[in-house]
C-alpha cells in the first residue's frame, strides 16, 4: 500500500484515480464564491490604508502562502471523489436505495446535495455497516458544511481520552464503541 492510500485509509476515504479527483476538484471549486477584488492596495483608498496600517494590519500581498480556500476546495475534492451515491452505500449496507435516501432526509446519513445528487461521505461506514451511533451525532451536525464535519470527525480532542491516555477521534471514539453522549457533549455549535 502506498504512502498516500494509507493516508486515505487512515481518514476514511479511498485513494482514487487523479482522473476522478481532478473532476471533483474541478466540481469543489466551481462551488466557491468567486472573487474579483484585486489587490488590497488598489481597493482601498489612501485614508482607509493609513488606517489599517495603524492598527497593525498587514495589507501586503503573500502569494507564496498557503490558501485556505484551496485547501478548503481540495478536501471538499477529496470528500466528494471518494463519497458513495445512495444506490451504492444501499448495495453496502444491505438496505434498499429508498432507505438510504430517508436516512439522509432524518439527517442520520450525513450527505452532500450537489446538482441534484447526493453524495454520501464514506467515512460514515466501517465495513458493510455504519459506524455506531454516527446517526445520533450527524443529526447533531446537519447543518455543518461538508469539510467542517471530515475535519471535526478526524481531528483529536482532549475531551476523548482513551486508557492509554492518547486522545482519540470523534471518528474513533465511535469505532470503538464508546458512549455516544460524551460525542454529543462535544459537537460543535451549528
Given at each position: ?9 487512515l ?17 469543489a ?8 477584488y ?9 485614508n ?11 495589507l ?20 466528494l471523489?471518494?463519497s ?12 434498499t436505495?429508498?432507505?438510504v ?12 446535495r ?5 453524495h ?15 446517526g ?7 447543518g ?27 471518528l ?19
Open positions: 500500500m502506498s504512502t498516500a492510500e494509507h493516508y486515505f485509509q481518514h476514511g476515504l479511498q485513494a482514487e484515480a487523479p482522473e476522478k479527483l481532478n473532476k471533483a476538484l474541478q466540481a471549486i466551481g462551488q466557491l464564491e468567486t472573487t474579483i484585486g489587490p488590497t492596495s488598489s481597493e482601498l483608498t489612501v482607509e490604508v493609513a488606517m489599517l496600517e495603524r492598527a497593525g494590519v498587514d501586503q500581498e503573500h502569494p507564496k502562502r498557503s490558501d485556505p480556500m484551496m485547501g478548503y476546495a481540495t478536501e471538499f475534492a477529496a470528500i471523489a471518494t458513495l451515491t445512495p444506490a451504492q452505500v444501499a448495495k453496502t449496507l444491505a438496505l436505495p429508498v432507505r435516501r430517508q436516512l439522509i432526509r432524518e439527517g442520520s446519513l450525513y450527505a452532500i450537489i446538482e441534484g445528487r447526493w454520501v461521505p464514506v467515512f460514515q461506514l466501517d465495513g458493510a455497516a455504519m459506524v455506531p451511533n454516527i445520533q451525532v450527524n443529526e447533531q451536525l446537519a455543518l458544511d461538508a469539510v467542517s464535519v471530515m475535519r471535526w470527525y478526524t481531528t483529536r480532542d482532549p475531551e476523548l481520552e482513551s486508557p492509554d491516555a492518547n486522545d482519540l477521534t470523534p474513533e471514539w465511535l469505532k470503538t464503541g464508546r458512549d455516544v453522549e460524551t460525542l454529543l457533549a462535544i459537537v460543535p455549535d451549528v
